[in-house]
T-cell receptor, first 113, second 114 residues
């Protein structure tokens, strides 16, 4: 059975700290690994990672995929209170009629002023 | 503005009373999907649709129906809702899955079945 496991489940840091969120996956016919940020409502897309070892960066956020170890990390540097959210990791499979997302349970990040 | 729109945003209803949650996207996306999100269980896929008139079951389809008569709309139907369907529901769409596109989510519909 496909699964995506995120750790930690929750994390409390102070503004300015750097955090690393973890995501491991077992996805049949794996295609890509996606990260989403969910505040009060819809998950919003952050990154899609398809190739191993290539870091994707957007401002203070960055992410990288290791397809050998079936693992991805999301880094946030110089955290701000606006980074408080649930961060979701999802594996995408492909082939046949698939191409769906298998989500982890999320990491709840709280950034204290 | 490109968006996925769900209605209603909130609904409280009673067991057995049929309801429909609408989902509409204005991005000409081919792929659409419904998820439910429950504490401790994360987002789980209910149904998805690869194109008009093509739908398929996700991980938790029991008790739900969908239809895709038009590209932009993908309603979720609960014929006889039960309390275990109380949840937060998200509709999502993407351009075309085999172009490896991320899914874009609606703002969610919180359903409470009494």
């Amino acid at each position: 059975e496909d699964k995506v496991v995120q750790s930690p489940l929750s994390l409390v840091v102070h503004e300015g700290d750097t955090v690393t969120l973890n995501c491991s996956y077992e996805v049949t016919n794996f295609r890509s690994l996606l990260w989403y940020k969910q505040e009060k409502k819809a998950p919003t897309f952050l990154f899609m990672l398809t190739s191993s070892g290539i870091e994707k960066k957007s401002g203070r956020l960055s992410s990288i995929l290791d397809k050998k170890e079936l693992f991805s990390i999301l880094n946030i540097t110089a955290t701000q209170t606006g980074d408080s959210a649930v961060y979701l990791c999802a594996g995408m499979n492909y082939g046949g009629s698939q191409g769906n997302l298998i989500f982890g349970k999320g990491t709840k990040l709280s950034v204290k002023p | 503005e490109a968006q996925v729109t769900q209605n209603p945003r909130y609904l409280i209803t009673v067991t057995g009373k049929k309801l429909t949650v609408t989902c509409s996207q204005n991005m000409n996306h081919e792929y659409m999907s419904w998820y439910r999100q429950d504490p401790g269980l994360g987002l789980r896929q209910i149904y998805y649709s690869m194109n008009v008139e093509v739908t398929d079951k996700g991980d938790v389809p029991e008790g739900y129906k969908v239809s895709r008569k038009e590209k932009r709309n993908f309603p979720l139907i609960l014929e006889s809702p039960s309390p275990n369907q109380t949840s937060l529901y998200f509709c999502a769409s993407s351009l075309r899955q085999f172009r490896n596109q991320p899914q874009h989510f609606g703002d969610g519909t919180r359903l409470s079945i009494l």
